[in-house]
């Protein structure tokens, strides 16, 4: 799988920049879990596989045939402050020369940042094909409530075992491909920011990242027809590569926008209860909520009005406005958006010269959106939720509202949500 991705590497013909891909091997398919047991025994190193209650019953075997020890978290355990101090201080973590992530997205995300933190390099080892983040090097986190995302350590190398990952709940297979269809809109804002903002878009990271999302879609639409283990690594193979597409670009750009915002809102938990949902899951209902916006902007007679270029930042990260929404977390959601000062917020970038242009590219990239329609379907076909209610949240107007209006600030990146929702405080204009 990798052979091609290297090629990637270095300095970039198409945006100029160093790309860096720091994971050297990838593997999907049978046996894997005996590969990775050979492949940890020839590095003589002292390995530590990291799992949870669900994912023991992969890591014990894998950790007899490899000499390592094993530390198992807690079943539910988050990748949050306490669970990446709690693996911290466990005696075989911390002297471990090597760390394997045997499990799926938080786990991956707490052993890519503890890894960070000690210096020493980890092996993915994903139990469910669930979320794209297995070779990412930025780690997702819920740090003191707030998510935010770290840069950090990609795995070095990635074995994913047919027998293992698709033995895991189709549940969570559905959820990686919600999580994969995601990509419509996260490269649409990509896209979108280029057009409006002049914010680079390296063509070649953007053709592997679709490349992605198509291996998923195609693999969804054939789904009836396709042997299970073979739908589930299709599903796999998608995944790795979004995360390589990550890894290359050196952030998330290219796997997550307005959808991906919508999604940590609600994990953050300040305008619904706590939710069971997974991931992918809720990135899929916010892919349907953010189709739906873009739709009607689509519709607009005029894109790039006077007023949308016209943002007023000190109305859009009003304090006021944004704890009724944020409360205490509203000066980490402050530093997020103006990390050097209020210039830096990214609505700040908007640069718009040529209008007639810009408006023409905007929505030949809106046209090239699929329909929310087309989306739904695809949803259904890999079993993931489709409806707000069906992921435990209010399946009202006004919680549709302001999920909207409040999503875009959990990150500092431009899309077009938050172009959108901030020209609806534009006032005298």
């Not at 840069?151 to 990635?158: D, E, R, W």
Request: aromatic share 6%; proline share 6%.
């Amino acid at each position: 799988m990798l052979q091609r991705i290297h090629a990637l590497t270095g300095k970039c013909p198409a945006c100029g920049k160093e790309h860096a891909l720091r994971t050297a091997e990838a593997y999907v398919g049978p046996g894997e879990s005996t590969h990775l047991a050979a492949w940890l025994k020839e590095r003589g190193a002292r390995v530590c596989i990291v799992a949870d209650e669900n994912t023991y019953p992969y890591a014990r075997p894998l950790a007899i045939a490899a000499g390592a020890d094993v530390v198992i978290l807690p079943g539910r355990a988050h990748a949050d402050e306490e669970t990446t101090d709690m693996l911290l201080h466990m005696p075989s973590f911390c002297a471990a020369e090597l760390a394997v992530a045997c499990g799926s997205g938080s786990l991956h995300d707490t052993v890519r940042y503890t890894a960070a933190e000690r210096g020493i390099p980890f092996v993915s080892f994903p139990t469910a094909a669930s979320v794209d983040g297995f070779v990412s090097g930025v780690a997702a986190m819920t740090w003191h409530s707030r998510k935010v995302s770290y840069p950090s350590v990609p795995p070095v190398a990635v074995f994913a075992d047919d027998a293992v990952y698709a033995a895991a709940p189709p549940r969570l297979t559905a959820s990686g491909a919600a999580d994969m269809l995601g990509k419509y809109t996260a490269l649409f804002d990509w896209r979108a920011a280029q057009v409006l903002t002049g914010e680079p878009v390296c063509e070649r990271i953007y053709a592997l990242e679709k490349e992605a999302l198509d291996v998923c879609a195609d693999a969804i639409r054939r789904r009836a027809e396709t042997d299970p283990v073979l739908y589930a690594r299709r599903v796999m193979e998608g995944l790795i590569l979004s995360g390589l597409a990550i890894q290359l670009c050196g952030n998330s750009r290219p796997a997550s926008g307005s959808e991906h915002h919508l999604s940590h809102l609600w994990e953050m938990h300040r305008i619904n209860p706590e939710l069971g949902a997974l991931h992918g899951e809720q990135v899929g209902v916010g892919l349907l909520t953010v189709l739906g916006v873009y739709g009607l902007f689509a519709s607009r007679p005029r894109l790039l009005s006077d007023r949308f270029l016209m943002p007023d930042p000190d109305v859009v990260l009003d304090r006021g406005r944004l704890e009724t929404v944020f409360g205490p977390l509203t000066d980490g959601i402050l530093e997020e958006n103006t990390p050097g000062g209020a210039e830096h917020f990214s609505l700040c970038a908007l640069r718009v010269p040529d209008r007639a242009a810009s408006e023409r590219e905007l929505r030949a990239a809106l046209s090239a959106l699929p329909t929310r329609s087309a989306v739904r379907a695809l949803l259904e076909a890999a079993g993931a939720p489709t409806e707000i209610s069906a992921i435990g949240l209010p399946a009202d107007e006004e919680f549709a509202a302001r999920s909207a209006a409040f999503a875009p600030y959990v990150r500092n990146r431009f899309t077009l949500l938050k172009a959108i929702e901030a020209e609806k405080l534009v006032g005298g204009l």
